[in-house]
């Protein structure tokens, strides 16, 4: 059962051939026999997922409708409420925090008979490239269990990775779908920005975040974007536009895609040979290349740190030790509960972008820093929408190499140039999708990275489809998790 898609797994279980309490169970066990050693999961919810199970096979002995996640396993990046399971987004602060209400994306799926059935690792409050952040543990890449999954959504990515769940949603930000999913194999899709609601979301960067799906395939993809792409009044920020039709195709013809050669002019030679092949696949599909100057980019990672720490210290303001989370308990004062309750309950990265955050929104230093931040980023975007004016989508590397060994990187500046090829979509709010492209010498995956133009959700699914058809990478199974 592993080796299949989810949407294989429903139409199976529609069809009779097997149960979701078979299902579910398979999952579970897989769980229990891997899941310790990757440190993806905070949370299994073993006996509500075979309950939902339970439902499902009477409902489909009494020939009730089914939904089209029906008897699909999924877990849940541990910043997503699911109503009466905990929240923690993998911090000391909310270890004993319990989600009050669903998120929409939740209560969709719900609706769709979906099973939860975990809670996966991540770094703490999302902040992090490597899944090293997190209070509780780091989380291990599939493929190479001393290296990194990538971040901040590496517990859904490593899951979905090592075939432990079909699904996992996750949270891009700034990268923290797709470079997880091009250093674990998979598929990682960040929607345009108000396409997905982010009503329960726990935020990071309010402007920047968005939930998006992990899974082995865009089949499952698009199957997961029909059903979370709902307009939802609870979000301010939700596109108002029903859900889209996510038909695929096979092949790229008459499709026109940029590539910013200047802009990846140093990239590793294997990655810069894996990334041409890729081009070179697309080509045969029916695609032309284009050369496009998307120059900018490279005020991309200045620019979304100084804005995403910015909205991180406003967001994060609101964990005081008064109203939810950790209290220290030998404060004195109400200042004392402030104070140490944050220095308790905060991790150091965290505390090291509220700082950050802070100073940026400084009266001294908000024109030098924020306000000309913000100037830069209409800057990209309008670079991103003339280079659209010459091409339907753009083509780069999702990551400029393949999963580091955890513990490698210890310089700031170097774990945020993880993201220099993912986070100027969030900059724009573009949909773009990380694909697996093929493997490095230590057989780790690398991965191709689709941008399109906001709206154009549908064609970089589309097309992402052709290219994983003909490329072939997407049923690998890494061989510490292809046993049963």
């Given at each position: 059962?592993?080796?299949?898609?989810a949407?294989?797994?429903?139409?199976?279980?529609v069809?009779?051939?097997?149960?979701?309490?078979?299902?579910t169970?398979?999952?579970?066990?897989?769980?229990?026999?891997?899941?310790?050693?990757?440190?993806?999961?905070?949370?299994?919810f073993e006996?509500?997922?075979l309950?939902?199970?339970?439902?499902?096979d009477?409902?489909?002995?009494?020939?009730q409708p089914?939904?089209?996640?029906a008897?699909?396993?999924?877990?849940?990046?541990d910043n997503?409420?699911?109503?009466?399971?905990?929240?923690?987004?993998?911090?000391?602060f909310?270890?004993?925090?319990?989600a009050?209400?669903?998120?929409?994306?939740?209560r969709?799926?719900?609706?769709?008979?979906?099973?939860?059935?975990?809670k996966?690792?991540m770094?703490?409050f999302?902040?992090g490239?490597?899944?090293?952040?997190?209070?509780?543990?780091?989380?291990r890449?599939?493929?190479?269990?001393?290296?990194?999954?990538?971040?901040?959504?590496g517990?859904?990515?490593?899951?979905?990775?090592?075939?432990?769940?079909?699904?996992?949603?996750?949270?891009?930000?700034?990268?923290?779908?797709?470079q997880?999913?091009?250093?674990?194999g998979i598929?990682?899709?960040?929607?345009?920005?108000?396409?997905?609601?982010r009503?329960?979301?726990?935020a990071?960067?309010?402007?920047?975040?968005?939930?998006?799906?992990?899974?082995?395939?865009?089949?499952?993809?698009?199957?997961?974007?029909e059903?979370?792409?709902?307009?939802?009044?609870k979000?301010?920020?939700?596109?108002d536009?029903i859900?889209e039709?996510?038909?695929?195709?096979?092949?790229?013809?008459?499709?026109t895609?940029?590539?910013?050669?200047?802009?990846?002019?140093?990239?590793?030679?294997?990655?810069a040979?894996n990334?041409?092949?890729a081009?070179?696949?697309?080509?045969?599909?029916?695609?032309t290349?284009?050369?496009?100057?998307?120059?900018?980019?490279?005020?991309?990672?200045?620019?979304?740190?100084?804005?995403?720490?910015?909205?991180?210290s406003?967001?994060l303001?609101?964990f005081?030790g008064i109203?939810?989370?950790?209290?220290?308990?030998?404060?004195?004062?109400?200042?004392?509960?402030?104070?140490?309750?944050?220095?308790?309950?905060?991790?150091k990265?965290?505390?090291?972008?509220i700082?950050?955050?802070?100073?940026v929104?400084?009266?001294?230093?908000k024109?030098?820093?924020?306000?000309?931040?913000?100037?830069?980023?209409?800057?990209?975007?309008?670079?991103?929408?003339?280079?659209?004016e010459k091409?339907?989508?753009?083509?780069?590397?999702?990551a400029?190499?393949?999963?580091?060994a955890?513990?490698?990187?210890?310089d700031p500046l170097?774990?945020?140039?993880q993201d220099?090829?993912?986070?100027?979509?969030n900059?724009?709010g573009?949909?773009?999708?990380?694909?697996?492209?093929?493997?490095?010498?230590?057989?780790?995956?690398?991965?191709?990275?689709?941008?399109?133009?906001?709206?154009h959700?549908?064609?970089?699914?589309q097309y992402?489809?052709?290219?994983?058809?003909?490329?072939?990478?997407?049923?690998?199974?890494?061989?510490?998790?292809?046993?049963?």
């Open positions: 059962m592993k080796a299949i898609s949407l294989q797994i429903r139409e199976a279980f069809l009779g051939k097997v149960s979701a309490q078979e299902i169970e398979y999952f579970l066990k897989r769980i229990q026999k891997h899941g310790k050693k990757l440190g993806a999961f905070l949370e299994i006996e509500k997922a309950a939902k199970a339970k439902e499902l009477i409902k489909r002995g009494k020939k089914l939904g089209k996640l008897a699909i396993p999924i877990a849940v990046k997503i409420h699911i109503q009466g399971e905990r929240t923690s987004c993998a911090s000391k909310l270890a004993n925090y319990i009050p209400f669903s998120s929409t994306a939740v969709l799926l719900a609706e769709e008979d979906a099973i939860f059935i975990a996966t690792n770094d703490e999302a902040m490239s490597s899944t090293e952040t997190s209070a509780f543990f780091p989380c890449n599939p493929w190479n269990l001393n290296c990194s999954p990538g971040g901040s959504s517990g859904s990515a490593a899951a979905v990775a090592a075939r432990l769940v079909p699904i996992a949603l996750g949270s891009d930000t700034g990268g923290s779908v797709r997880p999913a091009a250093f674990c598929v990682g899709f960040k929607p345009t920005y108000g396409r997905v609601s009503y329960g979301l726990v990071f960067g309010s402007s920047f975040d968005q939930i998006g799906p992990l899974t082995t395939n865009t089949m499952d993809t698009a199957l997961i974007m059903i979370l792409g709902h307009p939802c009044q979000d301010a920020t939700s596109i536009l859900p039709s996510y038909h695929l195709r096979e092949d790229c013809k008459g499709l895609i940029g590539v910013p050669w200047n802009f990846l002019k140093e990239l590793q030679t294997e990655v040979q990334f041409q092949t081009i070179e696949q697309l080509k045969s599909l029916g695609a290349i284009i050369d496009i100057d998307l120059d900018f980019l490279k005020y991309g990672i200045a620019t979304y740190y100084i804005l995403s720490t910015a909205e991180a406003t967001n303001a609101r005081d109203r939810y989370g950790i209290r220290y308990r030998d404060s004195k004062t109400l200042e004392d509960v402030y104070d140490l309750s944050r220095e308790e309950g905060f991790g990265e965290v505390k090291k972008r700082m950050l955050g802070t100073y929104l400084s009266s001294g230093f024109d030098a820093y924020y306000k000309k931040a913000q100037k830069v980023r209409t800057l990209i975007l309008k670079n991103y929408e003339q280079a659209f091409c339907d989508l753009i083509a780069m590397p999702t400029s190499t393949s999963a580091f955890l513990s490698s990187i210890q170097q774990m945020y140039l220099i090829f993912t986070v100027t979509a900059l724009a573009l949909p773009a999708i990380s694909l697996p492209s093929g493997f490095d010498k230590d057989n780790k995956p690398l991965a191709l990275q689709l941008i399109g133009p906001q709206m959700d549908v064609n970089v699914v992402a489809h052709a290219y994983e058809k003909a490329a072939g990478f997407s049923n690998h199974i890494s061989p510490f998790f292809n046993n049963e």
